[in-house]
């Protein structure tokens, strides 16, 4: 079984560009999140989809922030413009749900940094 | 809102021994679902234990197992005949209902041969 695949692993921008994430989940797992890690703390939750809706969204800092899972598969999160503060690694989680619950399968995360 | 606390931010054990990480956290639900995650450098973070808030019994999972005291709001993972590998941050996790998972800040364990 795949796991769950994020591109790119490094970003490197400078601050005021746009920078894009894709994640593909676990081939059958309908809930996707998007999650930030900033160094040498725990991941916080950006956003939540079933499916393709959003359902949960209400830490996504929407100014710059934004994410769509068209078809309900893959998922890509941008960040436009990006900010000095934006310097994280973005994780990539899916989770099959019922039956598991707060079970997620991670992707290697990508890691940004803005200069 | 749910906290999750981890005041140890590094420990160190030597192989083939056992550590304790320490965990609480904080909550007004009856029901809910305690985790620890690892998270080894630049690989991605995997569930190591899980447990049921209802269940009494302490969820084990091979040389990893579980100290949950309901009425302290602690969650202790013990890591017996530790190895290599399991040099990690490992972060506990809370979730009510699976929606929203609540991490602490981690502990980094290093695994000193």
């Known amino acids: 079984e795949a796991g769950v695949v994020q591109s790119p692993r490094y970003k490197i921008i400078e601050k005021k560009q746009p920078v894009a994430f894709w994640c593909n989940p676990i081939s059958g797992h309908n809930t996707l999140y998007w999650y930030r890690q900033n160094l040498g703390q725990g991941p916080e939750l950006l956003i939540r989809y079933e499916n393709e809706e959003a359902v949960d969204d209400s830490q996504l800092p929407k100014d710059r922030f934004s994410a769509e899972r068209l078809k309900g598969v893959d998922s890509t999160l941008k960040i436009q413009p990006a900010e000095l503060g934006d310097s994280a690694v973005y994780l990539c989680a899916s989770s099959p749900g019922v039956g598991r619950t707060g079970e997620l399968f991670f992707g290697e995360g990508s890691r940004l940094t803005v200069l | 809102a749910q906290t999750v606390t981890q005041s140890q931010p590094e420990m160190s054990v030597q192989e083939a021994e056992t550590v304790t990480l320490s965990c609480t956290y904080d909550?007004?639900?009856?029901?809910?679902?305690l985790f620890w995650y690892k998270q080894p450098p630049s690989r991605q973070m995997i569930l190591v234990i899980r447990q049921e808030a209802y269940k009494q019994q302490n969820a084990t999972e091979n040389r990893f197992s579980v100290n949950f005291q309901k009425a302290a709001k602690s969650f202790s993972l013990k890591i017996s005949d530790s190895q290599l590998g399991d040099a990690a941050m490992y972060f506990c996790?809370?979730?009510?209902?699976?929606?929203?998972?609540?991490f602490g800040e981690g502990t980094q364990l290093t695994v000193n041969p």
């Open positions: 909550t007004s639900e009856s029901d809910y679902y």
């Open positions: 996790a809370y979730t009510r209902s699976g929606s929203r998972l609540t």
